[in-house]
């Protein structure tokens, strides 16, 4: 008898965990089912994504179902397939990497659940998904490039520039090189001499970088794609006895506090804003959907960039 009692609240508690941070399938609640699939949790930027989802969602009374698919796109798939089967309102999820979507946004598309991109683009039909909520990667790599151009605008001779890229194949790292390379190439000057992924983790950051400084003894500028990179190469750079931000200039995207607290302090020299607060923005859109009304297919989040005296100015109230 005790084996039996055992196993069933073995199975119920395995029925419970397969719904999530809700309470049971789409609809039997009465309020709208959010379905959510994180790409992980690998960096600052991510946990304060995160944080606004979840936050957004009890604030706006939506049943919230949260995964986090440890960058991996196969856990991805296998969970917006159980949202599919839950019967979810909405399903919203940050795309590990840009390919490989079809199949499964059809099977959302063909249960009549809609899907919302939010960070990350994909390069699927558009007529799969129904909004994209982010930032604009090429931009932010333009900004970038805008800075070294004008950093580097008198140089005379080569200027070595070395480039930290996010996780290969994702849409961050694919836009930001574009959008950095296309403005540096104005000046012939500077020279990427090395550009390897980081997979935007600071530990992976600081190991390719202590890589490349042995293999490059003369390096003028870090370009990381996102500022969890650019901390790891921090440390790389330091142990291997030069001054960040000063023997090897760094500029970073993100402007999360640790970045922001490493540009007041003058070992990041310039970055490039991608805000992580995307919550109530999605949770407005999941409203929209859900009554019907029409939605904007492409919503660009509003950012800015800093120096070193804007990071120390924005620091005592910055939230992520």
């Not at 600081?206 to 490059?216: G, P, R, S, Y």
């Not at 794609?225 to 330091?238: K, S, T």
């Amino acid at each position: 008898m005790n084996r039996k009692l055992t196993a069933l609240l073995a199975a119920m508690a395995l029925a419970l965990a397969a719904t999530g941070c809700g309470g049971g399938s789409g609809g039997d609640s009465g309020k709208i089912t959010l379905g959510f699939s994180q790409v992980g949790s690998e960096s600052g930027w991510r946990e304060a994504n995160t944080k606004s989802v979840k936050e957004s969602a009890q604030a706006a009374g939506i049943d919230l179902k949260f995964s986090d698919a440890q960058q991996k796109q196969e856990n991805q798939i296998a969970t917006i397939r159980s949202y599919i089967q839950q019967k979810v309102d909405v399903i919203a999820f940050s795309p590990v990497v840009v390919t490989g979507w079809d199949a499964v946004l059809k099977e959302a598309q063909a249960a009549k659940i809609p899907v919302v991109l939010t960070d990350r683009a994909v390069d699927s039909d558009p007529s799969l998904y129904v909004s994209f909520l982010g930032s604009d990667f090429v931009k932010e790599g333009e900004a970038v490039g805008d800075w070294v151009l004008d950093e580097y605008k008198d140089a005379t001779g080569p200027v070595n520039i070395v480039q930290l890229e996010g996780t290969v194949g994702s849409a961050p790292a694919i836009d930001r090189k574009k959008g950095f390379e296309s403005k540096i190439a104005a000046n012939p000057n500077l020279k990427v001499i090395a550009s390897q992924s980081g997979d935007f983790t600071r530990a992976d950051g600081k190991e390719v970088m202590q890589a490349i400084l042995k293999a490059n003894p003369k390096i003028d500028l870090l370009f990381a794609h996102n500022d969890d990179m650019g901390l790891g190469a921090i440390q790389a750079i330091e142990e291997a006895g030069k001054k960040p931000g000063v023997d090897i200039k760094i500029v970073t995207i993100d402007a999360v506090h640790d970045g922001m607290q490493a540009l007041a302090d003058g070992k990041i020299n310039f970055i490039a804003e991608c805000s992580p607060l995307l919550g109530d923005q999605l949770m407005d859109i999941v409203k929209k959907i859900k009554a019907g009304q029409p939605v904007d297919k492409r919503i660009v989040t509003t950012e800015t960039t800093f120096t070193q005296q804007q990071a120390a100015e924005a620091l005592p109230t910055r939230k992520y």
